[in-house]
Nanobody
Framework: QVQLVESGGGLVQAGGSLRLSCTAS????????MGWFRQAPGKEREFVAA????????YYADSVKGRFTISRDNAKNTVNLQMNSLKPEDTAVYYC?????????????????WGQGTQVTVSS
């Protein structure tokens, strides 16, 4: 069974930075696209960023482009999300997810495994 465990969330002031990590179980981590999504209270889950199996291709939501960076370390089965210049509207529970397929998708239903989420709160 695939397990994804996020860490690194917390409370930060606007303009600050956080680094989220997601560690996956299993031996075939490097075969999959990985993504980050977020969900704020009362809102639908929304796409944040995705990275191809090799790490050579990345894809970002317009709302985070230029501020967030997704990366992965296949030797450690981890995917990271470096979040800079954080804004109060970035406040949400952040989830990592895995899919078998192309990295150029922002649709939550295209991802098949999800972590439990980590809370990010940005104060103004």
């Amino acid at each position: 069974q695939v397990q994804l465990v996020e860490s690194g969330g917390g409370l930060v002031q606007a303009g600050g930075s956080l680094r989220l990590s997601c560690t996956a179980s299993g031996r075939t981590f490097s075969s999959y696209t990985m993504g980050w999504f977020r969900q704020a209270p009362g809102k639908e889950r929304e796409f944040v960023a995705a990275i191809s199996w090799s790490g050579g291709n990345t894809y970002y939501a317009d709302s985070v482009k230029g501020r967030f960076t997704i990366s992965r370390d296949n030797a450690k089965n981890t995917v990271n999300l470096q979040m800079n210049s954080l804004k109060p509207e970035d406040t949400a529970v952040y989830y990592c997810a895995r899919r078998s397929g192309d990295w150029r998708t922002s649709v939550p239903e295209d991802y098949h495994y999800w972590g439990q989420g980590t809370q990010v709160t940005v104060s103004s």
